[in-house]
């Protein structure tokens, strides 16, 4: 499929809609929806999150990630053992954090409430987007879920130069020749948020790389690895990427709609006809594999989903 399909949350009982999504997330594990009612807090968590990357880097280094506290501001972060073009912010849901490992910028008063906002409407749309997911696979018990408390949002900024000092970069894993290096997500679905700048691309089955372009008024949907195994493969995670940006910064805002923290991950019976793909794995240590990873190259690729596959 070479393109990413708008599905209308209003109108999903129209001709064709279940289809274009089951063909999308077949070929490629991308599309859009529309109507899908978040506008209000997208508008305002943009606003918050367009001041708070415009704030000296000094000032949001008092709030960054690191191994301890893994939520945050970071700027040097590693996908595919490559340093990528972006800062980040990252943070669980404000309304039960009950880690406390949130790190607010002091000096941004309305900034949590945005984010967490953001993060509740999100979390209402993912709910819809799973319900789609099982109606286009024919799932009718023993549902998949997600769950918001387990679930992450992050800012995303990708600026034009790398906004290390010469010192900085001489000390750091050196960048590689994407903002962001293709990967796969490893919850469930992730719905993101783009500016209209453009530089998100899939991998579809058929065409290779092909544009996720900006469309104003949508939101991104692109499967994760958990999907993948659950459906037994008939959906793809969706390999992804962010070309650098020659022009002008870019910002997206991703949700990731995760599974509950002791979930179990495997193919669903009616899914699997007893042929399952993978072994069933446990959610929390197939993430805690994975974000190892983040802050030192390890020297190997991190923890895919290939691993718990029944060969
Ligand atoms: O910036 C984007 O469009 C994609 C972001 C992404 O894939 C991620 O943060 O996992
Ligand atoms: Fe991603």
Request: hydrophobic fraction near 35%; aromatic fraction near 8%.
């Amino acid at each position: 499929m070479k393109k990413v399909p708008i599905i209308d949350l209003r109108a999903v009982d129209e001709p064709g809609q279940i289809a274009a999504l089951d063909a999308a997330c077949r070929d490629h594990g991308f599309f859009l929806v529309s109507g899908h009612g978040a506008d209000d807090a997208i508008g305002r968590m943009w606003q918050q999150a367009s001041d708070f990357f415009s704030r000296p880097r000094s000032e949001l280094r008092k709030i960054e990630r690191t191994a301890e506290k893994p939520l945050g501001y970071f700027d040097r972060e590693l996908t595919k053992r490559k340093r990528d073009l972006k800062q980040v912010f990252d943070f669980t849901r404000p309304l039960t954090d009950e880690s406390g490992y949130n790190q607010w910028p002091e000096e941004m008063a309305a900034f949590r409430q945005g984010m967490s906002d953001y993060h509740e409407a999100m979390g209402t749309v993912a709910v819809q987007v799973m319900a789609l997911l099982h109606r286009a696979l024919g799932i009718d018990a023993e549902p998949m879920c997600g769950d918001p408390d387990t679930s992450t949002a992050r800012l995303n900024y990708y600026p034009v130069d790398d906004p290390l000092s010469g010192e900085e970069q001489a000390i750091n894993t050196e960048l590689g020749d994407m903002a962001l290096h293709h990967h796969t997500d490893p919850g469930l679905v992730t719905l993101l948020v783009q500016d209209d700048t453009g530089g998100l691309q899939t991998l579809s089955t058929d065409h290779g790389w092909i544009d996720v372009p900006p469309r104003e008024g949508t939101i991104i949907v692109n499967l994760g690895d958990s999907v993948q195994a659950w459906s037994n493969d008939i959906y793809k995670a969706a390999v992804h990427r962010v070309l650098p940006m020659t022009e002008r910064a870019r910002m997206s805002t991703p949700y990731f709609y995760h599974p509950a923290r002791d979930a179990i991950i495997e193919p669903h019976p009616q899914l699997a006809l007893g042929q399952p793909h993978y072994r069933p794995f446990s959610w929390r240590e197939f993430i805690q594999n994975r974000v190892d990873d983040n802050y030192a190259d390890q020297g190997k690729e991190d923890t895919q989903v290939s691993k718990y596959r029944i060969a």
